[in-house]
């Protein structure tokens, strides 16, 4: 019986990683897939070495990391790794995403991977929160501070959900235990849900560049593409080596290696690099709650793709209208992750509020607009 149930995991294994049957006109845009697993693999792994000496105390818990980096064998070594994937976990996500926009693949059928590709997309996002506060430095407590404050917002009960979340009426030991176990607890959910997010696209297969069927077109997973795979993998892990041996605070913040004091606020208080497009939508609205539900808007707007999206064409190839709008939005994108960094005055605040309404504006009008055009000038073309 033994012998027969590891049989049967085998040949589960074997369909979905090695026999899986993929298009075969499939580019390097689609290396994100196994790029994001390696990451996601990496950080739980150095997560489970880094817990094993941290200290989850505000007293501790900044002295104990420096002490993973000054006294623990290759300490330094696992840290830096944990911080720098983190952010290139965000780059292969974001990469990830944006080809999914650009090709199409949130389409009917791949909904369900779709809408389970953007629960991942949250959850590393509050993920990331609670690790960069893990190391309580100054940006780590008055990050925390402002961002669990944005709940207050919420009619009725929102400060008394803030005091809920810090076990007290400020950020504390009791916010420092909790966001610890959270932060440890989540990368194995993220883990499940990337497995369900496998077994999602494996139903339908991965979509194509030319968005039109190519199911009598395929190849094997292994060798072809697990050899491109491969070849991304190794190059992600060489630019990640300079990175963590040569500049391992290239993508953090200086403020974070002074203690954290409560007494002291920064001159700035931003978040990760990652997160600023979504910091940047949330200071453009002067109404706090209209910025908190603008900044979560942004995020579950994702969700509503399939159904805005009405044009009969999957991707943007033959799509030229859709090519220009799908660039004006990654412009936009950037537009205001450079305004979140930067002080909520003139002339970066009108900035972030137009790049703001622009975003929006983007997947609730200019998607369904085009779409409807592309399929009337379809129609009118085949009657004719």
Known sequence: MRLLKSHSLLRLVNSYVIDSPQPANISYLWNFGSLLATCLVIQILTGCFLAMHYQSHVDFAFNSVEHIMRDVNNGWVVRYTHANVASFFFIFVYGHIGRNLYYGSYKSPRILVWSIG???????????????????????????????????????????????????????????????????????????????????????????????????????????????????????????????????????????????????????????WYLLPFYAILRSIPNKLLGVLAMFGSLFILFILPLVDVSRIRGNQFRPAMRVSFWFFVVNFFILMWIGSQHPDSPYLEIGQISTALYFIWFLIVIPVIGLAENTLMDIATEN
């Open 118 to 272: 953007v629960i991942i997309l949250i959850l590393m996002m509050a993920n990331s929160f609670l690790g960069y506060v893990l190391p309580y430095g100054q940006m780590s407590l008055w990050g925390a501070t402002v961002i669990t404050n944005l709940l207050s917002a919420i009619p009725v009960f929102g400060q008394d959900l803030v005091e809920l979340i810090w076990g007290g009426f400020s950020v504390s030991n009791a916010t420092l235990n909790r966001f610890f176990s959270l932060h440890y607890i989540l990368p194995f959910l993220l883990a499940a849900l990337a497995l369900a997010h496998l077994i999602a696209v494996h139903t339908h297969g991965s979509s194509n560049p030319n968005g039109i069927s190519s199911n009598g077109d395929r190849y094997s997973i292994h060798p072809y593409f697990m050899f491109k795979d491969l070849i991304t993998i190794f190059a992600f892990f060489l630019v990640l080596s300079v990175i963590v041996f040569y500049y391992p605070n290239l993508l953090g913040h200086s403020d974070n290696y002074i203690e954290a004091n409560p007494m002291s606020t920064p001159s700035s208080i931003v978040p990760e």
